[in-house]
């Protein structure tokens, strides 16, 4: 049995008060439940350094990076972000968007690679939105075509809400394609330019759901022929979530992920993968529904 690259860290964990409705100790509990299911082997676990300050700076203003390096951001800000900032909050920050380039990297040399954090697509330039401090995808895009490892990146975002941090930063650079497939009801009120955004209507059920993620995929690869794709495999559309609307249970989920790494795997085009969204709070069944892309990764190429 092969096993595939993941990549964590010990520190990726939140401080939150127990009602917050982000679930503080899920990349955690997401760990346990991949040992539990036996699909994490030591020779294949990665972990990633802190990015710096000048590394951040390619996607977001260093005035607002500093700001959270140092805690000095405002409560406004805060407010915006739906985190208190803490020390550990920061810490996170700066590794989580490098466990994403780290990912990307080790999916570039081995086909596939998968992150259990990530997918902070909300975050913008010069503030942060919707629980996500700094923007892992655009961070590692922008990275990986300056060090010129790929030329053409695919970001297909599958989260019930639309990337439109990702959106924004990357909306002037013509190597990377953004597309999002997202509730249209849901945050953010106000949606960004995606290069190419499918809105969903509410209670859209497995089906429907499935015929959309088939052919959105093979459209963006046909049309862009990506050397790399960034998959946010967002389990917030679940029927169970708090703040999904798209009525699809775990067999849909699982489907749509089959399919996506299927389908990239048989175009040869390596596929780095994100958790994305998920918000419940039963800790274990928040855990299991995050594993189906490991579980998916593992059938599609062990
Ligand atoms: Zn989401």
Same mark, same amino acid.
């Given at each position: 049995m092969k096993f595939i690259n993941w990549v964590t860290h010990p520190s990726y964990d939140i401080p939150l *008060?127990?009602?917050?409705? %982000?679930? /503080?100790s899920k990349f955690s509990d997401l760990f346990t439940k991949l040992q539990g299911l036996d699909l994490i082997n030591s020779a294949t676990l990665n972990s990633p350094s802190k990015a710096n300050e000048d590394e951040l700076s390619v996607g977001h203003c260093i005035n607002y990076i500093s700001r959270i390096k140092s805690g000095s951001i405002s409560k406004k800000e805060e407010r915006k972000l739906g985190l208190t900032w803490s020390p550990e909050l920061s810490n996170r920050s700066f590794l989580a968007v490098n466990g994403t380039l780290l990912t990307a990297k080790l999916a570039i040399e081995n086909g596939i690679a998968c992150h259990l954090a990530g997918g902070t697509h909300h975050a913008q330039y010069n503030f942060g939105s919707g629980f996500c401090v700094f923007n892992d995808l655009a961070y590692t895009s922008i990275h990986l075509l300056k060090r010129r490892m790929v030329k053409k990146i695919l970001i297909f975002d599958c989260d019930v809400h639309q990337g439109d941090g990702t959106a924004n930063i990357l909306a $002037?650079? *013509?190597n990377v394609f953004t597309c999002s497939i997202h /509730?249209?009801?849901? %945050? *953010?009120?106000i949606k960004a330019n995606s290069d190419l955004d499918i809105e969903l209507e509410d209670e859209i059920g497995n089906k429907k759901y499935q015929d959309i993620i088939e052919h959105t995929i093979k459209r963006c690869v046909n049309f862009f022929? *990506? $050397?790399l794709v960034l998959y946010d495999a967002g389990i917030d559309v679940h029927v169970n979530d708090q703040l999904g609307r798209l009525n699809i249970n775990d067999e849909g989920c699982l489907s749509r992920d089959l399919f996506v790494l299927s389908y990239l795997k048989k175009h040869s085009i390596p596929v780095a993968t994100v958790i994305g969204g998920g918000y419940s709070k039963d800790r274990i069944e928040l855990a299991n529904r995050h594993s189906i892309i490991f579980r998916a990764a593992h059938e599609v190429y062990s």
């Amino acid at each position: 049995m092969k096993f595939i690259n993941w990549v964590t860290h010990p520190s990726y964990d939140i401080p939150l *008060p127990l009602k917050h409705r %982000f679930t /503080s100790s899920k990349f955690s509990d997401l760990f346990t439940k991949l040992q539990g299911l036996d699909l994490i082997n030591s020779a294949t676990l990665n972990s990633p350094s802190k990015a710096n300050e000048d590394e951040l700076s390619v996607g977001h203003c260093i005035n607002y990076i500093s700001r959270i390096k140092s805690g000095s951001i405002s409560k406004k800000e805060e407010r915006k972000l739906g985190l208190t900032w803490s020390p550990e909050l920061s810490n996170r920050s700066f590794l989580a968007v490098n466990g994403t380039l780290l990912t990307a990297k080790l999916a570039i040399e081995n086909g596939i690679a998968c992150h259990l954090a990530g997918g902070t697509h909300h975050a913008q330039y010069n503030f942060g939105s919707g629980f996500c401090v700094f923007n892992d995808l655009a961070y590692t895009s922008i990275h990986l075509l300056k060090r010129r490892m790929v030329k053409k990146i695919l970001i297909f975002d599958c989260d019930v809400h639309q990337g439109d941090g990702t959106a924004n930063i990357l909306a $002037d650079n *013509p190597n990377v394609f953004t597309c999002s497939i997202h /509730s249209r009801k849901n %945050f *953010p009120v106000i949606k960004a330019n995606s290069d190419l955004d499918i809105e969903l209507e509410d209670e859209i059920g497995n089906k429907k759901y499935q015929d959309i993620i088939e052919h959105t995929i093979k459209r963006c690869v046909n049309f862009f022929q *990506p $050397d790399l794709v960034l998959y946010d495999a967002g389990i917030d559309v679940h029927v169970n979530d708090q703040l999904g609307r798209l009525n699809i249970n775990d067999e849909g989920c699982l489907s749509r992920d089959l399919f996506v790494l299927s389908y990239l795997k048989k175009h040869s085009i390596p596929v780095a993968t994100v958790i994305g969204g998920g918000y419940s709070k039963d800790r274990i069944e928040l855990a299991n529904r995050h594993s189906i892309i490991f579980r998916a990764a593992h059938e599609v190429y062990s």
